[in-house]
C-alpha cells in the first residue's frame, strides 16, 4: 500500500539521499524514492534492467549500478526485520497479526505470493 511504500521509504531516506547525485551533464536526476519503486519493482516482478530502464526512461547502466547500492541499503536497515521466531509464543504473535491483517487463519506468513516447493525430509513417511 502507500502507507506501507512511505513506512518503507522513512526507514531509508537518508540513506538513500546519500546515494543520489546532482544532474551531471543533462542527464536526469533520479530522485530516492524513484531510486525505491525502481528496485521495489525489480524485487517483486523480477524486472530485467534492461525493462525497467525502458519502463523508467533513464539508461540500463544506470538501472544496473543502482540496485545493488539500494539492496545494500535495504538490507542494512530491515536485517532486524527477518529475526526467525524462536519460540513457541513468538511464531503464535505472528500468526495472530498474519490473521488480523489478511484474516488468514493459522498462517504465519507468505512468500511473494508464489508457491514454493517444499522437499520432505528423508524417512519422514506421511508427516510431511
Given amino acids: 500500500t502507500k502507507d506501507e511504500f512511505n513506512d518503507l ?4 531516506e537518508s540513506d538513500l539521499k546519500k546515494i543520489c547525485r546532482k544532474r551531471i551533464c543533462g542527464t536526469r536526476y533520479i530522485s530516492p524514492k524513484e531510486k525505491l519503486v525502481i528496485t521495489l519493482r525489480h524485487l517483486a516482478a523480477g524486472a530485467s534492467d534492461k525493462s525497467l530502464a525502458q519502463y523508467f526512461m533513464i539508461g540500463r547502466p544506470t538501472v ?5 547500492s539500494v539492496l545494500k541499503i535495504l538490507i542494512r536497515n530491515l536485517k532486524h526485520c527477518g529475526k526467525i521466531p524462536k519460540t513457541e509464543r513468538e511464531w503464535t504473535r505472528i500468526s495472530d497479526r498474519f490473521d488480523e491483517k489478511w484474516d488468514l487463519d493459522h498462517t504465519i506468513g507468505c512468500i511473494d505470493g508464489k508457491h514454493v516447493d517444499m522437499m520432505k525430509p528423508k524417512l519422514s513417511g506421511s508427516k510431511h
Avoid at 521509504?9 to 531509508?12: A, G, I, K, L
Avoid at 544496473?64 to 545493488?68: D, V
Fill in 9 to 12: 521509504y522513512e526507514m531509508v
Fill in 64 to 68: 544496473t549500478k543502482m540496485i545493488p
